[in-house]
């Protein structure tokens, strides 16, 4: 078993993305989904969807913090992904697992931001595919770190967004800036936590 970030793309009435962590073995992909999301109404037993591993972080930064809970609102555009047999993935994929949902409970958790509701959801990997070679990024990732707790700020307290806000910051100092993507990727989550 193994644990990846990666982005989900579930579609339903509409295509939904989003960063996603899963652990995946060979044949099964498993990941909790807090309620409510799109990508939580979006999946039910029988669900199809792809789980794509990528180097693009504005693929991170598109799927997790634009759109959340937005029905009505593509995080990715038609443009920017591929449709094949039914299923969508990123265009920027690295690899795809193309999965459906066989398993599904819903559970109430408490964590240190009070009491949610999470989809477990457990799906068959039905294929695999390469795309490209490429690095695909963890959580090891200074800016993919500082985006899973800015995708926090939503389900936080004004105590507890004043918290995380200190913590993003305190992440993206640490990180390198040396070309304009890091830096551009740096202001945009800047950004976003002034926003909250
Ligand atoms: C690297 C990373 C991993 C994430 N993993 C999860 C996860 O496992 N489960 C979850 O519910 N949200 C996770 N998130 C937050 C979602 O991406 C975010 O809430 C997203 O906007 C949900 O959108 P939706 O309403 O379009 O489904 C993660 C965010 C990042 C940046």
């Known amino acids: 078993m193994v644990y990846h970030e990666g982005i ?54 598109r799927s997790a913090l634009t759109g959340r809970n937005k029905p009505d609102q593509a995080e990715l555009t038609e443009e920017e992904l591929h449709s094949q047999k039914g299923f969508f993935y990123p265009k920027r994929a690295a690899s795809v697992y193309f999965c459906r949902v066989e398993d599904l409970t819903v559970k109430e958790i408490r964590d240190e931001y009070g009491e949610a509701e999470i989809k477990k959801i457990e799906g068959n990997i039905l ?24 995708s926090r700020l939503s389900i936080a307290d004004e105590k507890q967004r004043e918290g995380l806000r200190e913590k993003i910051k305190t992440i993206l100092r640490s990180t390198g800036d040396e070309c304009d993507d890091e830096r551009d990727m740096i202001n945009k989550i800047n950004e976003y936590i002034e926003k909250w």
Do not use: Q
């Open 8 to 61: 989900l793309v579930s579609s339903n009435e509409v295509i939904n993305s989003a960063a996603i962590g899963a652990e995946i073995t060979r044949s099964r992909i498993r990941c909790n989904i807090y309620k409510p999301s799109d990508t939580a109404r979006n999946l039910e037993i029988g669900s199809e969807f792809t789980y794509s591993l990528t180097d693009d972080i504005c693929l991170f930064f």
């Open 127 to 150: 294929w695999k595919e390469e795309m490209r070679e490429a690095e695909p990024l963890d959580r090891d990732d200074a800016l993919i770190d500082a985006m899973v707790h800015a």
